[in-house]
């Protein structure tokens, strides 16, 4: 059950009233000078944050060096696989040229002896 209206015998909360308004005096009684132990604290401190900062910079290096690495294997297990295909069709396609070299070996060989024999049948027919 929430109450409405005036709550009897209640007591006002002025707390908040004096926490807005309450302010310490400035003065230079609460303040402590930095000691020379202090300064170094603070200078080791820095240091182990910088070289923290620096050792994750090279691991993102080391990351990124492995990552290019990986894919370098990769691409040249994919460029060797083509490299042995066209090798392979270079092979096959110098067979065949050799083939038909041939071929054509034989059929200027056919030639010739056709040649030679309409020659000699010139001949005979001439001498008769």
Partial sequence: MIAQGIIP???PNTQAISIATAQADT????TVRLTEYDR???K???QQTLISQRVANLL?????GT????QAERDVKTFTTQLASAVEAHQGIAITISRKEAEIRGIRGGITAAEGELNSFRVEFNAN
């Fill in 44 to 46: 080791l401190f820095d």
């Fill in 27 to 30: 003065t230079n009684a609460g």
């Fill in 9 to 11: 015998n209640q007591v």
């Fill in 60 to 64: 993102n290096v080391i990351r990124r």
């Fill in 67 to 70: 990552a290019n690495r990986d």
């Fill in 40 to 42: 170094n604290i603070t």
